[in-house]
């Protein structure tokens, strides 16, 4: 029997069945939320929607439709090549933030934009809409098979086809969510378009263009079938799956170490929406094993995952653990969706506990009370995250940052067609029309450890209500409470317990959710351990944080926490026998979810050091996972971390600008331009190497830095290559392979003419040879 599809994004709006699920979500204009810290993070992200102006994220659009813009484009992102990127999250976040509010301003500002991105389409002529600069020149470059794709950009531009994606979601999600007819025919209309575009292209073909970013394109043709129910876009949705992610996962394989984690995650969403419209289990269990693996062995603590927005190896967080750009919100944004799609189609507390864990710890978390989104969140001891500035900052993670805090009602309640499943604890307010049924959730969890359900009926009715039994909650500690009498709930086995009987209006249902401190290692199994109450991740404040970047400037680089990075070997140092830490904290009298670590830091400095949640730690240095120590290792362990800390310091204040070669964002943040040059991974280590050139800009702005350093691999052998700065020769490196396997350094005297501010240094093979593998390159004093 085929399945029903529920789409990952909640339906106001209904779409042809095609495929049936076990669960369905509640529609987001089914769902309101009431006071809490939710409610405060939806109303903020209204506001800051509001106050962006429409016509200056719209320029974009009408100036590649040959129209007259209305306004200047943003800046940031939205004006150096990603142009249009975040109308395309707009438009998303306002179909969800109208749908979760019911506020018919978000639904003027909605219309507006769709009646403009329709003028749009219509000039264009042939479907097609986009806000990517020079689109049409390199689409037609495409449509006649002269492709040239890399990680990050294709023929020339930066991830158009991920860019492109943005608006094809925006307009599903104006349909399938908030119900327009219009964003539905425009979204078939670009569908159509860009089957034209492959139409003569081989499947070959289609793979070296997904070789560049391309977001979740797969997922929004699966979805057009599922409203059409024309195969031509399941076929395509099967053609825009990328071959060398999904044959590893059908093998149940992990091969993501290296990979730019948030190109990926995406595709994944893709297959398993493919598997659920076309009823594929072997696509299913691929993307189900994509976030055990992720999620069992890639994540920290905050239900985050990656460093410097790469899959760092499964059995080595140490780059987590050093690096100023930890977890990406992009990331986790990405993996609640397919943790949703997946829940729904074989409902596991599994999932459910994952999604509490990011939600509370890491989404909330990443947006501050007066405005502004986290790009990244550092698992650093004592560093910090940096805001966008409203106005200025236009990153990925300010798109899906619009997006994150107007859906928290997505997955609070589910239902089979007949049953209520509550799945998380947040105040709310459900309304089942269809079944004449209201349901009330009054809870200040996690503050108080209990919520309550009160029932609003038409008539007397029988059904069951299910309510998730979390895996932090100890087995038979949640104890219920129906109009005042304890009753005993039924063990569903899949981690609900079930009350059937028949309810009447008026009924309360009160439910104990005691919680326990316990403690988390990270996954490699490294001395490092995160404190948790329940499902929140509790962290120290280090200081009161004063930075020079705790709100974004309009920089390419400007979403890095820069600030200067507090010395790990000062780090508040965990001691006592692993199984006994979780037992050091003593809860902290008048403060509710506050804990003293006294009994567990080793140094008398932090003795009065307070755990609380993460998500109260917003503009400060914190501390989630502490570096531990067996009692009779302490001393070893101390000066192992200062020793280590050392030569790493030294390093960093050495270093005046740095580019991690092969990798996405630092290579588009310093400039990167090429000519015949590829990237790849090698022992776990990104690369760039090249027949032709590439080039950075790098950054000296008080001309300090006098040397260019070069991370080379021993081994490589007959490759000869010259360094250029602002286009004059400084260097000819030859190699012979007389280094060994090992990876070494080799500096380069920048003459003293050359110095500058700014400058562009320019790597270029020579004839009849090419450029070696560079693992990275330091500008240095």
Same mark, same amino acid.
């Given at each position: ?7 990952l ?13 076990k ?9 309101r ?8 993070a ?18 974009p ?18 004006d ?59 689409w ?12 990050f ?24 969510v ?31 263009l ?15 079938y599922?409203?059409?129910g ?9 053609q ?51 976030w ?43 993996m ?13 507390i ?9 939600l ?11 405005g502004?989104?986290?790009?990244f ?10 805001y ?78 299910n ?9 038979g ?19 609900y ?70 010395p ?8 006592g ?23 567990a830091i ?16 917003a ?11 067996? %009692? !009779?290792? /302490? ?6 971390? #200062? *020793? =280590?800390?050392?030569?790493? @310091? ?46 950075y ?10 040397r ?10 007959n ?31 920048? %003459? !003293?003419? /050359? ?6 240094? #320019? *790597? =270029?093979?020579?004839?009849g @040879? ?12």
């Amino acid at each position: 029997m085929k399945r029903i599809i529920f789409f990952l994004i909640i339906s106001t709006f209904s779409v042809p069945i095609i495929a049936q699920t076990k669960l369905q979500a509640f529609d987001l204009k089914d769902v309101r939320l009431l006071e809490s810290r939710f409610l405060k993070a939806e109303k903020t992200d209204q506001t800051y929607m509001l106050s962006l102006n429409p016509d200056r994220l719209l320029a974009p659009y009408l100036k590649e439709a040959g129209l007259k813009p209305k306004a200047d484009a943003y800046g940031n992102w939205e004006d150096t090549g990603l142009d249009g990127h975040i109308g395309g999250h707009y438009v998303s976040a306002l179909s969800l933030m109208y749908a979760s509010t019911g506020d018919e301003k978000v639904k003027s500002r909605l219309d507006y934009m769709l009646d403009e991105l329709e003028k749009c389409q219509l000039k264009n002529g042939n479907g097609y809409l986009s806000g990517v600069p020079g689109g049409k020149e390199i689409w037609a470059q495409i449509k006649l098979g002269n492709i040239k794709s890399s990680s990050f950009s294709l023929n020339g531009k930066w991830v158009p086809l991920y860019n492109i994606h943005k608006i094809f979601a925006g307009l599903h999600d104006a349909y399938a969510v908030a119900g327009s007819e219009k964003a539905k025919q425009m979204l078939i209309k670009l569908t159509d378009w860009c089957i034209d575009l492959v139409s003569g292209l081989s499947d070959n073909q289609i793979q070296e263009l997904l070789k560049s970013e391309h977001g979740g394109l797969n997922e929004i043709f699966a979805d057009v079938y599922a409203i059409t129910g024309d195969k031509k876009y399941l076929k395509l949705a099967r053609q825009f799956s990328d071959q060398s992610i999904l044959k590893p996962l059908l093998a149940q394989k992990d091969a993501l170490n290296g990979l730019h984690a948030n190109t990926q995650i995406p595709k994944v969403i893709g297959f398993e929406q493919i598997a659920l419209v076309d009823d594929d289990q072997n696509w299913g269990k691929a993307a189900a094993f994509f976030w055990q693996t992720v999620v069992n062995n890639r994540t920290v603590a905050i239900g985050g995952n990656s460093v410097r927005e790469h899959f760092h190896p499964s059995n080595d967080f140490s780059s987590m653990l050093e690096s100023r750009e930890g977890p990406e919100t992009c990331n986790s944004y990405n993996m609640l969706k397919l943790t949703k799609q997946l829940f729904l189609d074989a409902p596991s507390i599994k999932y459910l506990d994952y999604y509490e864990r990011t939600l509370y710890n890491h989404i909330l978390t990443s947006q501050r009370d007066k405005g502004g989104f986290v790009y990244f969140t550092p698992m650093r001891p004592g560093h910090y995250r940096t805001y966008s500035e409203p106005q200025e900052s236009f990153w990925c993670c300010v798109g899906s940052g619009l997006e994150n805090h107007g859906k928290y009602g997505e997955l609070i309640y589910a239902h089979d067609g007949q049953n209520i499943y509550v799945n998380l604890f947040i105040p709310s307010t459900l309304n089942w029309k269809e079944k004449g049924i209201s349901v009330t959730q009054e809870t200040d969890f996690p503050e108080k450890e209990f919520t309550q359900l009160k029932l609003k009926l038409a008539d007397k009715e029988h059904f069951s209500i299910n309510l998730r039994h979390p895996s932090w909650l100890a087995k038979g500690q949640m104890t219920i409470v129906i109009n005042g009498k304890k009753v005993l709930a039924k063990d569903m086995g899949n981690g609900y317990s079930s009350i059937d009987r028949v309810w009447s209006s008026g009924d309360v249902i009160k439910i104990a959710l005691p919680m326990h401190n316990t403690t988390e290692f990270m996954p490699d199994g490294s001395d490092w351990v995160a404190f948790l109450h329940g499902p929140i991740v509790m962290a120290a404040e280090l200081d009161t944080l004063q930075q020079p970047n705790l709100t974004a400037d309009g920089s390419r680089m400007g979403h890095i926490a820069s600030g200067a990075l507090f010395p790990i070997s000062e780090a508040p140092l965990v001691s006592g026998n692993k199984a006994d830490l979780a037992k050091k904290l003593v809860a902290m009298k008048d403060e509710s979810l506050s804990f003293s670590a006294t009994n567990a830091i080793y140094q008398p400095k932090y003795q009065k050091l307070k755990l609380v949640p993460f998500y109260r730690l917003a503009e400060k240095r914190y501390i989630v996972y502490f570096p531990y120590s067996s %009692p !009779e290792n /302490l001393e070893e362990r101390a000066k192992g971390i #200062k *020793l =280590a800390e050392i030569e790493k @310091s030294k390093l960093e204040q050495e270093t005046v600008d740095l580019v991690n070669t092969g990798e996405q964002q630092p290579e588009s943040d310093h400039g990167f331009k090429g000519e015949k040059t590829d990237n790849g991974i090698f022992q776990d280590r990104h690369f760039r190497n090249g027949n032709g050139w590439f080039s950075y800009n790098l950054k000296n702005e008080y001309l300090t830095a006098k040397r260019i350093r070069l991370t080379l691999y021993g081994k490589e052998e007959n490759k000869t290559f010259s360094l250029l700065i602002n286009n004059k020769v400084i260097a000819h490196v030859g190699l012979d392979g007389s280094k060994g396997n090992t990876f070494y350094t080799q500096d380069f005297e920048i %003459p !003293e003419q /050359l110095l500058a501010k700014q400058m562009e240094l #320019k *790597l =270029a093979a020579q004839a009849g @040879s090419s450029i070696a593998n560079i693992y990275e390159i330091r500008l240095v004093k």
